[in-house]
């Protein structure tokens, strides 16, 4: 299928040398659509606390041992969201469309998506890269999609991200070594990061990132939550191979294939 650019500016690919491997939408989402997500989650995350079955929703709490009044003060992320009508939604939506061919192509499958609530006092993300979490085949192209749900500051755990990073191969990562780091967390330790940019985003905001490109976000030091909701894309057919727990191979339990391009044209399920 031919396909128009709805976005000024997008680039062929996020992976060219000379792309700097991210690149910023201010003001992509209305307030409406950031506030419906919000509520959505919430909605989720106090279902979860009272004992419903939220799945295929899967709360995570914060390992930070943090108090709050409301069950969503203490949930880290909320992964497998993206079947629900407001993700869908926002998906569906020809710009995004636009954004994801120009990153992957026109046959593209959505394998992940994380509301990320950093509350008050929750520790940031180590510097990392995407690929590190997704060994599939192939392992590339992989992209993220982070819609700010709030404002992003320096004091409350904005993304820090290294340009030009994405042209680099797979970093050795460590786990991350704070003791209350929450799980799965690793680092990349070995690395000049000096020309790092915190990226200070407004809710509404949009942020694509490769899936190489190095990234961190640090710690909510702020009196208030700061969110995110962040959508993963890989070309239709890429096989995951799971997890091994105790010896077994399993699917992974956060990433949830879903058919989303086929010749450029939305096919999700109904
Ligand atoms: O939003 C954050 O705090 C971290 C997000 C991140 O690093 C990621 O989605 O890979």
Same mark, same amino acid.
């Given at each position: 299928m031919e396909h128009a650019s709805l =976005?000024? &500016? *997008?680039?062929?690919? *996020? #992976?060219?040398? +000379?792309? /700097? &491997?991210f690149q910023l939408f201010p003001g992509f989402a209305e307030t409406s659509l950031t506030n419906a997500i919000r509520e959505d989650v919430t909605m989720i995350a106090r279902a979860a606390a009272a004992g419903?079955? =939220?799945? /295929?929703a899967l709360v995570m709490p914060e390992n930070q041992g943090l108090e709050g009044r409301s069950p969503e003060d203490v949930v880290s992320k909320i992964f497998r969201l993206h079947r629900r009508p407001i993700f869908l939604e926002f998906i569906k939506d020809p710009r995004v469309v636009d954004i994801v061919v120009s990153a992957i192509g026109q046959n593209v499958d959505c394998f992940l998506s994380q509301f990320i609530?950093?509350?008050? #006092?929750a520790r940031g993300q180590p510097w990392h890269q995407d690929s590190y979490y997704f060994p599939f +085949?192939? *392992? #590339?192209?992989i992209v993220g999609l982070w819609l700010a749900i709030t404002e992003a500051t320096l004091e409350n755990g904005c993304l820090h991200i290294l340009p030009g990073s994405q042209t680099e191969d797979l970093k050795k990562h460590i786990p991350d070594r704070r003791v209350d780091a929450n799980n799965g967390y690793v680092e990349i330790v070995d690395h000049d990061m000096s020309e790092s940019q915190p990226c200070l985003l407004q809710p509404g905001d949009l942020m694509v990132f490769d899936s190489h490109l190095m990234h961190k976000s640090t710690d909510n030091f702020s009196d208030d939550v700061r969110a995110a909701m962040v959508w993963h894309f890989a070309l239709a057919g890429t096989k995951d191979p799971g997890v091994v727990r105790n010896g077994k191979r399993l699917p992974s339990p956060v990433n949830d294939w879903m058919p989303y391009l086929r010749d450029g044209a939305v096919r999700v399920p109904v």
């Open positions: =976005v000024d &500016g *997008l680039p062929q690919t *996020l #992976r060219d040398a +000379e792309a /700097p &491997g419903s079955d =939220v799945s /295929p609530f950093k509350n008050p #006092r +085949e192939p *392992l #590339r192209p």
